[in-house]
């Protein structure tokens, strides 16, 4: 039998990306349009353990669509990993009156949202990383921004390459999944892109290739590389391997954190506030252990267990593109 729904939570867990605010407003005024009382839930799991809530009102999202980060905060927390730290946020949402909740994150938040659906806290988790690694969407909220992050921020490196011919080495974030890196890659015209789902061949992807195109003419070279490609040495020794064997001045820059950070697109607030939404009319139905993804354009939810059992597969024709229009 399906639980009845009056007051529910938001959290926002795991690494922020830019549009989790649009999401948590949508959540928030959502679910008042729906008649439900919302609380907003601080730092993540490790905010539902300690009982950091505060009720939420129309005001409590006014002003954070165009903003970046969370504005509900977030932490890791591994003693949500453990059966005590389940038990704990279930005592909280029994001490808060809270029916059911909306996790914004990736894998791990989702797991946590699982667990306490299994405890009996209906939860409903939201795909936000901007490495978009969740097996079960096709699109993750952050990616776009982080996308045209990294495009503009190759854009102004490549000026200084190409003035002084250099190469340039330009490390952007996807430890597992190499999605930011190739679809930089391909909108920058980068040289080479390096992804973890692909073993590196130094000599063929790097120097036989800046080898091709300097005899065709060309004299700066930009090369994306996502942080999870094993190299020894990492991309510092990459950049002096390549100096030595091509002669050509190599230069590195890890974009980092900035990547997460910025106003959002477009793209990921339209997106966010679908699938904001969606979650709390799940929830609304008393309808949990949920997520509510991206299938092709369309907003779809799958059972948790079988969405974290999803395996996402690498774009092997986009990556084969690449190659045919980066000389």
């Known amino acids: 039998m399906e639980k009845e729904i009056k007051r529910i939570a938001v959290l926002t867990s795991g690494g922020d990306a830019s549009g989790m605010n649009a ?10 349009a729906k008649g439900l009382d919302i609380f907003g839930v601080n730092r993540g799991y490790e905010g539902l353990i300690t009982g950091d809530l505060f009720k939420m009102d ?29 038990e704990r946020g279930v005592r909280t949402c029994k ?8 996790v914004i994150g990736g894998d791990g938040s989702f797991r946590g ?13 939201i795909p936000a990383t901007i490495d978009n690694d969740i097996s079960c969407s096709d699109y993750t909220i952050g990616v776009d921004t982080a996308l045209n992050t990294i495009i503009d921020s190759v854009d102004k490196i490549r000026d200084t390459s190409h003035s002084h ?79 030595e064997a091509t002669g050509v001045v190599t230069k590195t820059t890890v974009l980092g954190y900035v990547q997460r950070g910025g106003s959002p697109t477009a793209k990921d607030r339209i997106v966010a506030t679908k699938m904001g939404v969606t979650a709390v009319h799940l929830l609304a ?7 509510v993804v991206m299938n092709g354009e369309k907003i ?28």
Do not use: W
Not at 95 to 102: L, S
Not at 113 to 125: F, K, M, T, V, Y
Not at 174 to 182: F, I, K, M, N
Not at 220 to 239: K, N, R, S, T, W
């Open 113 to 125: 949202a699982r667990d306490l659906s299994l405890a009996g806290i209906p939860c409903i988790g």
């Open 300 to 327: 779809v939810d799958y059972d948790i267990k079988e969405a974290l059992k999803m395996k996402k597969a690498f774009d092997d024709e986009l990556y084969t593109l690449s190659h045919e229009i980066s000389i």
């Open 165 to 243: 011919d250099r190469c340039s080495l330009v490390e952007v974030m996807g430890r597992h999944c190499g999605y930011l890196a190739l679809n930089a890659g391909i909108a920058t015209g980068a040289m080479a892109i390096l992804v973890p789902e692909k073993e590196l061949d130094f000599q063929h992807d790097i120097v036989e290739r800046m080898q091709f195109t300097r005899g065709i003419g060309k004299k700066h070279f930009i090369i994306l590389v996502a942080e999870g490609v094993d190299y020894p040495g990492g991309i510092a020794q990459m950049a002096k391997d390549i100096e």
């Open 58 to 86: 129309l005001r409590s999202v006014s002003e954070i669509l165009h903003r970046g980060g969370t504005m509900l905060y977030s932490a890791r927390c591994p003693e949500f990993k453990t059966k005590e730290g389940i």
């Open 95 to 102: 001490q808060f009156g809270i029916d059911g909740i909306v």
């Open 285 to 291: 139905q008393g309808i949990g252990n949920r997520v």
């Open 23 to 32: 999401a948590v407003r949508a959540v928030c005024r959502s679910a008042i």
